[in-house]
């Protein structure tokens, strides 16, 4: 199966700044979708962004954004202005369509800390 | 729509025990999933159905554990019995294929303590 590795299990950004967090994968694929979930601490799994591999530019979702490098295989989240209601797990996670079917493969989570 | 409902929320059993999750997905999503969080392994995937069929359950950890999903509307998720190392967060998940974007809709989860 597909890895997913988030190399930061904890990062901690101040109100108002930018914080980028770090999300690499391993595939032979060419055709896949990436995406960065939000878990608050209620435990709801939330949709951050979402990137298409066939997409060369990169997603945007208003204060998020992604930097996706292919060849790489790297997919990064830039999370600007930061809030403190985005204080929360993120987890990148990777899905294709051909040896997991519809399933996606997780990373183990970056724990994202906002201070005042 | 209500979403993805998950219960019980929360369960506490003693080792030995069976247990029983339950899972409602959003009408008209035909694949789901269930997913185990625990924090020293993360979100791992135990079984997928797609159309009420089981497709992948390479992920279930032993005969414990079975999943059925007798219907579109509904599916279980049993552990008997139960074992300590079985606690963790349960997650069941849905998608419709017809999207095409991939996004998984997720319950809120059930948190299952084993003493």
């Known amino acids: 199966a597909q890895t997913v590795t988030q190399s930061q299990p904890e990062m901690s950004v101040q109100e108002a700044e930018t914080v980028t967090l770090s999300c690499t994968y391993d595939?032979?694929?060419?055709?896949?979708?990436l995406f960065w979930y939000k878990q608050p601490p209620s435990r709801q799994m939330i949709l951050v962004i979402r990137?298409?591999?066939?997409?060369?530019q990169n997603a945007t979702e208003n204060r998020f954004s992604v930097n996706f490098q292919k060849a790489a295989k790297s997919f990064s989240l830039k999370i600007s202005d930061s809030q403190l209601g985005d204080a929360a797990m993120y987890f990148c996670?990777?899905?294709?369509?051909?040896?997991?079917?519809?399933?996606?493969?997780f990373g183990k989570g970056t724990s994202l800390l906002v201070t005042p | 729509d209500a979403g993805v409902i998950q219960s019980p929320r929360h369960e506490v059993t003693e080792m030995g025990q069976e247990v029983t999750l339950r899972c409602k997905p959003i009408?008209?999503?035909?694949?789901l999933f269930w997913y185990r969080q625990t924090m020293m392994r993360g979100l791992e995937l135990l079984i997928y159905?797609?159309?009420?069929?089981?497709?992948?359950d390479s992920g279930m950890p032993e005969d414990r554990f079975s999943a059925k999903m007798p219907n579109a509307s509904f599916s279980t998720l049993k552990i008997q019995p139960s074992e300590p190392r079985d606690s963790a967060v349960y997650f069941c998940?849905?998608?419709?294929?017809?999207?095409?974007?991939?996004?998984?809709?997720f319950g809120e989860g059930s948190r299952l303590t084993v003493l």
């Open positions: 996670a990777y899905r294709d369509l051909l040896d997991s079917g519809y399933a996606l493969n």
């Open positions: 595939t032979s694929e060419s055709d896949y979708y």
């Open positions: 990137q298409e591999a066939y997409k060369q």
């Open positions: 009408s008209g999503h035909n694949s």
């Open positions: 159905f797609n159309n009420n069929v089981p497709i992948d």
């Open positions: 998940a849905c998608l419709s294929e017809g999207e095409g974007n991939g996004e998984l809709f």
